[in-house]
């Protein structure tokens, strides 16, 4: 047996489907966009942390040079502590 739907119904059911779609796809963006802001929010993790280690690695460096790198930190600091 076939019913028949009132045409008001027909016409809100396919109103929220295109509702639902439209959100489907808004929320799919949304996804996209919160990935490629971890992807770049990783790279610039890894660049910061890569320029870190490669700052801390003393180069051939004597103990000398070393407290004469420390001194010039902190006198940028603001204080020198006593030795």
């Known amino acids: 047996m076939l ?3 009132p045409c008001y119904l027909v016409q809100a059911i ?3 489907n295109d509702m639902i779609e439209y959100y ?3 929320l799919l963006d949304r996804e996209k966009e919160a990935l490629t802001w971890k992807d770049k929010s990783s790279s610039l993790e890894s660049d910061l942390r890569s320029s870190h ?7 051939g ?3 000398q040079s070393l407290l004469r790198t420390h001194e010039v930190q902190w006198r940028v600091a603001g204080s020198i502590p006593e030795v």
């Open 61 to 63: 460096s004597t103990r």
């Open 14 to 16: 396919n109103e929220l």
């Open 24 to 26: 489907e796809k808004l």
């Open 3 to 5: 019913t028949l739907f």
């Open 53 to 59: 280690d490669t700052r801390q690695k003393p180069r």
